[in-house]
């Protein structure tokens, strides 16, 4: 069982890469991709909210925008497909040589890889920043645990993760939790200060190199200030996991027994502050689920750790016949999950490579947004938030009033994220109708606003419906006869 064959290995790439593998639907893909033209076309960080008519003067803190200009640079010479295909591989390639240079059987390997590759294929990393932060923390912690004699190469990581993604901050605490606990297990065996000094060096380092960004020292603080928004509960990933149903409620409680244990399990290698953190993130991933792919990946050594150990005694246990019905069974899975993914993958590609399947598989208003083109509407749209990305990248023609850069955002002490969810109760509604001058909503048919402006149709008219979309002209604003308007928001 610890040979390596390469067949199996191309066997497992190929498995992991379809498993990564996804189309561009992640809400906030939009305006990444515009601030990546932005800075294709001018040569500079757009500073300034050009995007939405809604809080024109913040300057936003943009810690993605080397993330944004590769991913603009990719997406609009190679299309859909190819980059993310790339980005797939890689990840897969990357993984797969990690997980082999950890444990050495072979069930071990093809269950904690397959696992990680779904577990990082659900949230769609390959079409997100997200994708950086998950395998430079996989590396780090690889490097800490298992080959320290790479730590050196961290400063570099640190260089280009912070003008990744803003997770580069959950990666500086990991990295300092290992250091003051090294520190303190020398102090304890009576280590030399000087030696001890030496361990902060590269740590020490990294936390310099993060200051090398368009923002400079700014970035840090801000992300500090957003850590504690009472904001985030408003967004999906920053809540809490939705356990509404058995099988979510199973799953979340699975993903979290996994970590702990596998928290427990590498715990004497690596050291408390491994178990200790795993506790810490698992801890915060019941408050919000976008905390559990990073438990998830700060135990997966753990995990990967205790399945090897656990079937490579097994395998020494069992006589040769108990060990060919495994090795048959493990075979049989490889074939079973190849079948699954191709069909999955295959699916998956050719939404890809189409706009209209994947935006309406993702319940994004393709068709609106195409009719719209046709037949424009006069004045400033209020659109739901989710779909704020999508259309400041598929209908520029119009500015947004909110999307997902403005989580954070607020004016006067009110975040706009909080009253935007209290935009269907009348007095909320008017209010922002008034400032803004709005003249037509755009919204999800089944939507609180919708099934409010449906009921005032004193006020409002619904002007275009679909099964994903619907929109509704304020009486007072509606042109006589509706005409075909040049471009103003």
Known sequence: MKKKPRLVDAVLLLIGTLLMFSPPSDPDFGWHYKYGEYFFKFGHLLTENIFSYTYTDYVWVNSYWLFELILFITHSILGSFIPTLILSF?????????????????????????????????????IRPHFYSSLFTLFMLYALIFEPKLKKY???VYLFWVNLHAEFVIGLFMLGSHTLFTAVQKLRKGEKLTEIAKDFIVPAACAVVTLINPNGLGL??????????????????WSHFDTSSVEKYVTYVFLLSVSLVGGFVLRKKAGLWYFLLAIFFAVFSIKASYMIRVMFIFSFYGFLYGLDHFFTKLMNFLDEHNQLIIKRFVKYSYVASLIVVLVNGSWKIIQASDIKYWSKESKYPYDAVV?????????RMLNA??????????????QTFIDGRMTSWREDGKYFMEDYYKISQPETLNFYVEKYLITWVFDHPKSKLSRYLTQRNDLWEEYYRD????IFIKKSSKPKPYELLENVN
């Open 371 to 379: 009719y719209l083109k046709q037949n424009p509407i006069r004045g």
């Open 385 to 398: 938030y989710n779909w704020g990305g999508y259309l400041i990248w598929q209908y520029p023609e119009r």
């Open 467 to 470: 099964d994903i979309s619907v």
């Open 154 to 156: 961290l400063p570099f």
């Open 220 to 237: 840090h603080i801000t992300l500090f200030k957003e850590l504690t928004l009472p904001v985030k509960n408003y967004v999906q990933e």
């Open 90 to 126: 890689t990840a897969s390639f990357i993984c797969l040589k990690l997980v082999r240079k950890v444990a050495q059987n072979e069930i071990a390997v093809y269950l904690s890889y397959v696992f990680l590759m779904g577990m990082l294929g659900s949230y769609g990393v390959t």
